[in-house]
């Protein structure tokens, strides 16, 4: 079956730690996305990638890294600037042109 | 900016009640609308979609209408069920060329009660 993968589905990690979140597709969508999820505040945009080897920050890219090496692969690296980390990370993915995205099933970061 | 506002929840209903949840929009152009809906400890899936004015998109008893006059894509149904226990959430894509993002308002949590 076609979609979207996003591991691990619970993440913990100490207050100064890089942490790596993997989100790969099967669907051969180009474009992919992250997005992080806060109680009350809906989605917000962290990154996106229309092609391979490509990204575009999006309205919170402050103290997140991410990649394109291959298609099917997206993975977003929160870092140790990223003040306040603990939220829901969403990763989607679209058609070139496409309206509509695809979601995976989020990965929950949690800082200790 | 684009900017998407829906109604506050939390929204309790008993089972067989009728829904409304409104949204609406500030856009330049003509967007895509769209209503995804949310699960407990799940991603998004996409409800319905409407890609211009006039446009009712419907799916699982759900429907919106695209307004363009009122700037609005109220999502509704006639008789929910327990299962429609989610968070709902009103989006939008701007059609302008190089767009790809979409923005979402904050979600309305709904309840269903039996």
């Known amino acids: 079956d076609g979609g979207i993968t996003q591991s691990p589905k619970y993440l913990f990690r100490k207050e100064g730690q890089n942490v790596t979140l993997s989100c790969e597709q099967n669907l051969n969508h180009d474009a992919m996305y992250w997005y992080r999820q806060d109680p009350g505040q809906g989605l917000r945009l962290i990154y996106y990638?229309?092609?391979?080897?490509?990204?575009q920050k999006g309205d919170i890219a402050e103290g997140y890294s991410v990649s394109r090496e291959k298609k099917e692969s997206f993975p977003l690296t929160v870092t140790s600037a990223q003040k306040n980390p603990t939220a829901f990370y969403l990763c989607?993915?679209?058609?070139?042109?496409?309206?509509?995205?695809?979601f995976g099933p989020g990965t929950r970061l949690t800082v200790l | 900016g684009d900017s998407v506002t829906q109604m506050e929840g939390p929204v309790t209903l008993s089972e067989e009640a009728f829904l409304t949840i409104n949204c609406t929009y500030t856009?330049?152009?003509?967007?895509?609308l769209f209503w995804y809906v949310q699960y407990p400890g799940e991603g998004l899936q996409l409800l319905l979609k409407a890609t211009k004015a006039d446009d009712k998109g419907s799916n699982k008893g759900f429907e919106a209408t695209y307004r363009k006059e009122t700037t609005s894509f109220h999502l509704e149904k006639g008789s929910v069920q327990v299962s429609d226990s989610a968070v709902y959430f009103c989006a939008l894509r701007y059609s302008g060329a190089g767009s790809y993002q979409l923005t979402f308002g904050k979600g309305t949590k709904l309840s269903v009660i039996p």
């Open positions: 989607a993915s679209s058609r070139t042109g496409a309206n509509e995205q695809f």
């Open positions: 990638s229309q092609i391979v080897n490509d990204f």
């Open positions: 856009a330049t152009g003509y967007p895509s």
